[in-house]
Structures are given as structure tokens and as C-alpha cells.
């Protein structure tokens, strides 16, 4: 028997050889495609379909909506069918927004990918659909969770962001690929959000011989990511609006120029309070109030006990420093920022049974204070922040 190829073992069998037809998408069949990766890369990472909530990552809460929207979609179970091997278009997760009333451009629009191409008969080219190195940007920082003790932070960055409005801090590009910017204390924006660098862990040498180290980062919105420096540092690199945040500048405390809110001379007192309530009097040693005033401070704290700043109970001077020239709003901010997370949690209520949610009160050692005023007097408090672990002031 003569060899035969395989086009004559096919016309032998009687069978009719049809070239396969390539797969011809449309535009907008490409955007929902690309959607749906997304939602996938996360299900693939997570092992569960991504969720609605304000607890949530952004990102997470992006695919939730998108998820949504793709089930409404009349053609997306059959366009999407031999991608979803996990069954997420079939789930019942609920709809957080009203998609029935939306037409097909505005359902795309929610999906992220928008309806415009470069060229309409070029699919290939789109707009509006996020390139892989914005992607991984976003992804680096992603993985965040609920911060159970944001009440502790929450007044620093509402401080920060009174200070960018009236110019004591300023936002700047990162000028070198360096990791000493992402150091304890710093502040910067990222994806849109600010976030803070509230602990930086030890030190360690990756596989590659690279130093780097574990770093806890708090979002405005309530969220902290575990995240490494370096990593951090790739996303705010790849984020093109990112920005550092300068610090407030110990500089104009001692000018010999005057600005409106200079006084003479002044004095930073730190106060003790001899209140009876139960947390007080536990951590009465660490506890400490710290303000300045251009008067007396016997003055200032005459009427302590009827005021709620001051607890509603007397106090106790136990340091006072002298200082001459100074910008009191400058020095007062750089001791919230310096001491913000060390900030006392405690709720009162005043003489009326108000609530009161007293400020400028901190759990810090005084010879901490101490040393931080010395840092003022010689300008190099800024390169320095306060870790609560340690109780001690570091580089």
C-alpha cells in the first residue's frame, strides 16, 4: 500500500478539511476580555472573587464593581466561558451600584476600559486600559487591610494636609532612586492617597545581596499595607504623580525675619497631669502635655481643673525652655508631627458631659522631650521621628 499524507488519509476517510477561521473580535469585546483578566489575576492571587466594602483595597473594590457589571452583560457568559474556569460570572454577589438603567458605553466606562481606540479597525490599540507597568505600580501596594488603630494617625495626616495648605510642607518629585526617602515618619502621595511610614523593621540582605526591610505603611482612608522598602519604592517610581512630602522645616523657628506668628520670646512648657482617671494615673510618668506660650505659664494653666484641655484636673509644670524668635504655629506642628503617633487616646466629658477628645497630650518619656527640644534648638529634628516601640527618638 502506497504511503499517504494526511490529505489523502482525510479524503480517504471522507472527510472534509475546513480551515479553522481565526477568531475575529471586535473592539469592544477586547475591553471586556481585559476586564475580565483583572478580576481573574485577583481570584488567581486570592483564592475568592474580589468584595465590596470600604474595608477593602481600592483595587479590590474596582474588580467587585467590575464583576458586577460583566454579569449583567448579555453576551459576556458566552464571550467569557472559556476563561471563567472558576465560575465567577455566576456567582451572587450583590450589585453595589445600578447598572440596568446604564447603556453599553457607560457600562464600559464602569469597567475601566472606556470605548475609544486609536483606530477603529485597530484592535490592538486601546485607550484607557491600564499598561502592565502601571498595573504592577498599583499591585505593589494593593494588599492592604482595615488599620485598627487608625484613630492614632487620623490627626496626623489631617495636620499634614493643614500644613500643605498653608505652605509649611511641600510636595516634590523623588529625585533619586535612593530608599533613604521611604524612611520612619515620612509622608507621601501614592495612587492618589497619602500615606505615612509609621514603622520601618530591621534591616535584612536579600538573596540578591540587597539591603531592605519590612515596612508598615498607613493610608488616609483607613488602610495599611505590609509592604518591603524596596517594593514601595518600585511604585512610587512607577507612579508618575507620585509625590514626597517635605517635612515641616525647623529652619524658620529661629529667623531673624518676622512673620505674623512669631513672638519675642516664648516658652515650651510640658505639663503632668494629677488627674484621678484610671489610664492617667496608671501611666502618669509617660503621659505629658506640651504647648508653648509667649506668657506665663502658671497663667496659662491657672484654671486647669475646670478645662478639659487640660483633663479637668490640675496639673504639674515639670519642664519649661526658654526660647527666643520663634514661629510658635511652626514649633507646635513639629511636635504633633514628631510625637503624633505616640498621641493619647482618651475620651473625657467636660462639665457639660460633652465628649471631649483631648489634644497635645502624649505618651512620651520626658527625657525624650528632653532631647527632642535640644534637636529643635540645633535644627536636626527633622532627620529625626519618634518610634513608640523603643520610646526613643530615631535617625
Given at each position: 500500500?502506497?504511503?499517504?499524507?494526511?490529505?489523502?488519509?482525510?479524503?480517504?476517510?471522507?472527510?472534509?478539511?475546513?480551515?479553522?477561521?481565526?477568531?475575529?473580535?471586535?473592539?469592544?469585546?477586547?475591553?471586556?476580555?481585559?476586564?475580565?483578566?483583572?478580576?481573574?489575576?485577583?481570584?488567581?492571587?486570592?483564592?475568592?472573587?474580589?468584595?465590596?466594602?470600604?474595608?477593602?483595597?481600592?483595587?479590590?473594590?474596582?474588580?467587585?464593581?467590575?464583576?458586577?457589571?460583566?454579569?449583567?452583560?448579555?453576551?459576556?457568559?458566552?464571550?467569557?466561558?472559556?476563561?471563567?474556569?472558576?465560575?465567577?460570572?455566576?456567582?451572587?454577589?450583590?450589585?453595589?451600584?445600578?447598572?440596568?438603567?446604564?447603556?453599553?458605553?457607560?457600562?464600559?466606562?464602569?469597567?475601566?476600559?472606556?470605548?475609544?481606540?486609536?483606530?477603529?479597525?485597530?484592535?490592538?490599540?486601546?485607550?484607557?486600559?491600564?499598561?502592565?507597568?502601571?498595573?504592577?505600580?498599583?499591585?505593589?501596594?494593593?494588599?492592604?487591610?482595615?488599620?485598627?488603630?487608625?484613630?492614632?494617625?487620623?490627626?496626623?495626616?489631617?495636620?499634614?494636609?493643614?500644613?500643605?495648605?498653608?505652605?509649611?510642607?511641600?510636595?516634590?518629585?523623588?529625585?533619586?532612586?535612593?530608599?533613604?526617602?521611604?524612611?520612619?515618619?515620612?509622608?507621601?502621595?501614592?495612587?492618589?492617597?497619602?500615606?505615612?511610614?509609621?514603622?520601618?523593621?530591621?534591616?535584612?540582605?536579600?538573596?540578591?545581596?540587597?539591603?531592605?526591610?519590612?515596612?508598615?505603611?498607613?493610608?488616609?482612608?483607613?488602610?495599611?499595607?505590609?509592604?518591603?522598602?524596596?517594593?514601595?519604592?518600585?511604585?512610587?517610581?512607577?507612579?508618575?504623580?507620585?509625590?514626597?512630602?517635605?517635612?515641616?522645616?525647623?529652619?524658620?523657628?529661629?529667623s531673624d525675619k518676622a512673620e505674623p506668628d512669631d513672638i519675642e520670646s516664648g516658652t515650651i512648657y510640658v505639663l503632668r497631669s494629677q488627674s484621678n482617671h484610671p489610664f492617667v494615673a496608671e501611666h502618669r510618668e509617660l503621659i505629658h502635655k506640651i504647648g508653648v506660650t509667649g506668657g506665663k505659664v502658671e497663667t496659662r494653666i491657672a484654671c486647669a481643673n475646670k478645662d478639659s484641655t487640660y483633663l479637668l484636673a490640675d496639673v504639674?509644670?515639670?519642664?519649661?525652655?526658654?526660647?527666643?524668635?520663634?514661629?510658635?504655629?511652626?514649633?507646635?506642628?513639629?511636635?504633633?508631627?514628631?510625637?503624633?503617633?505616640?498621641?493619647?487616646?482618651?475620651?473625657?466629658?467636660?462639665?457639660?458631659?460633652?465628649?471631649?477628645?483631648?489634644?497635645?497630650?502624649?505618651?512620651?518619656?520626658?527625657?525624650?522631650?528632653?532631647?527632642?527640644?535640644?534637636?529643635?534648638?540645633?535644627?536636626?529634628?527633622?532627620?529625626?521621628?519618634?518610634?513608640?516601640?523603643?520610646?526613643?527618638?530615631?535617625?
Amino acid at each position: 500500500m502506497a504511503e499517504m499524507n494526511d490529505d489523502d488519509l482525510l479524503d480517504a476517510l471522507g472527510v472534509e478539511a475546513i480551515p479553522l477561521k481565526a477568531a475575529n473580535r471586535t473592539p469592544r469585546e477586547e475591553r471586556i476580555i481585559a476586564g475580565f483578566e483583572d478580576i481573574l489575576r485577583f481570584y488567581q492571587a486570592h483564592g475568592r472573587a474580589p468584595l465590596h466594602g470600604e474595608d477593602r483595597d481600592i483595587f479590590e473594590r474596582l474588580y467587585a464593581v467590575r464583576l458586577d457589571q460583566l454579569r449583567k452583560l448579555p453576551e459576556a457568559p458566552t464571550l467569557l466561558a472559556g476563561m471563567d474556569s472558576y465560575g465567577l460570572l455566576s456567582g451572587t454577589a450583590a450589585v453595589s451600584v445600578d447598572v440596568d438603567d446604564m447603556d453599553e458605553d457607560a457600562l464600559l466606562a464602569e469597567l475601566g476600559v472606556g470605548s475609544e481606540v486609536v483606530d477603529q479597525n485597530d484592535i490592538t490599540v486601546l485607550r484607557h486600559v491600564r499598561s502592565t507597568t502601571e498595573k504592577r505600580a498599583a499591585e505593589e501596594i494593593a494588599n492592604r487591610t482595615r488599620c485598627n488603630d487608625f484613630d492614632k494617625f487620623e490627626p496626623l495626616f489631617e495636620r499634614v494636609k493643614i500644613e500643605l495648605a498653608n505652605g509649611i510642607r511641600e510636595t516634590r518629585t523623588f529625585q533619586t532612586r535612593s530608599m533613604d526617602e521611604i524612611q520612619q515618619g515620612v509622608f507621601f502621595i501614592i495612587g492618589g492617597q497619602l500615606a505615612y511610614v509609621a514603622t520601618v523593621g530591621e534591616e535584612f540582605t536579600t538573596k540578591y545581596e540587597r539591603r531592605d526591610s519590612r515596612l508598615r505603611v498607613i493610608f488616609d482612608n483607613g488602610t495599611e499595607s505590609e509592604v518591603l522598602q524596596r517594593s514601595l519604592q518600585r511604585a512610587l517610581h512607577r507612579d508618575d504623580v507620585a509625590r514626597l512630602i517635605t517635612d515641616s522645616s525647623a529652619g524658620p523657628l529661629f529667623s531673624d525675619k518676622a512673620e505674623p506668628d512669631d513672638i519675642e520670646s516664648g516658652t515650651i512648657y510640658v505639663l503632668r497631669s494629677q488627674s484621678n482617671h484610671p489610664f492617667v494615673a496608671e501611666h502618669r510618668e509617660l503621659i505629658h502635655k506640651i504647648g508653648v506660650t509667649g506668657g506665663k505659664v502658671e497663667t496659662r494653666i491657672a484654671c486647669a481643673n475646670k478645662d478639659s484641655t487640660y483633663l479637668l484636673a490640675d496639673v504639674e509644670v515639670v519642664a519649661t525652655y526658654k526660647l527666643h524668635n520663634l514661629n510658635r504655629t511652626r514649633l507646635e506642628n513639629i511636635f504633633h508631627r514628631l510625637f503624633g503617633a505616640a498621641q493619647l487616646d482618651l475620651t473625657i466629658e467636660d462639665r457639660f458631659g460633652n465628649p471631649v477628645k483631648p489634644r497635645e497630650w502624649f505618651l512620651v518619656p520626658l527625657h525624650v522631650i528632653n532631647e527632642a527640644v535640644e534637636r529643635i534648638r540645633d535644627g536636626s529634628i527633622t532627620n529625626f521621628a519618634y518610634d513608640p516601640q523603643t520610646a526613643r527618638l530615631v535617625s
